[in-house]
């Protein structure tokens, strides 16, 4: 069995490791962290609804549509910010918002 200190040098290797991958993908992301953060904002305001029983509901058409719009006001790329999103998951709007959103969504407040 590794004794504390094994066990935190591993993860310290970990978190290096982590920490790398991480710089990777900023360092390849099509926009700004600012911009993905108002992105994500935008369409959590929206496509979702939360109503007084609790429940959320979601307005998304199965569609990039709120997505594109919002990149075009910007004069953001989508050819280059679109295929980056489908990596992430994002094949429609709510799939950006939850998808995309959960996979950056750290990364988004450092």
């Given at each position: 069995?590794?004794?504390?200190?094994?066990?935190?040098r591993r993860r310290a290797i970990v978190q290096t490791i982590q920490d790398e991958?991480?710089?990777?993908?900023?360092?390849?992301?099509?926009?700004?962290?600012?911009?993905?953060?108002?992105?994500?904002?935008?369409?959590?305001?929206?496509?979702?609804?939360?109503?007084?029983?609790?429940?959320?509901?979601?307005?998304?058409?199965?569609?990039?549509?709120?997505?594109?719009?919002?990149?075009?006001?910007?004069?953001?790329?989508?050819?280059d910010i679109i295929p980056w999103l489908n990596e992430y998951g994002g094949f429609?709007?709510?799939?950006?918002?939850?998808?995309?959103?959960?996979?950056?969504?750290?990364?988004?407040?450092?």
């Amino acid at each position: 069995m590794p004794s504390k200190e094994e066990k935190r040098r591993r993860r310290a290797i970990v978190q290096t490791i982590q920490d790398e991958k991480w710089a990777v993908a900023e360092a390849q992301m099509p926009l700004s962290k600012n911009d993905l953060n108002d992105l994500l904002n935008m369409l959590e305001d929206t496509i979702f609804e939360k109503r007084s029983d609790g429940t959320i509901w979601c307005y998304c058409d199965e569609t990039l549509a709120q997505t594109r719009a919002f990149l075009r006001t910007r004069n953001l790329a989508e050819d280059d910010i679109i295929p980056w999103l489908n990596e992430y998951g994002g094949f429609c709007d709510c799939e950006v918002s939850s998808n995309v959103g959960d996979s950056w969504a750290d990364r988004l407040n450092n």
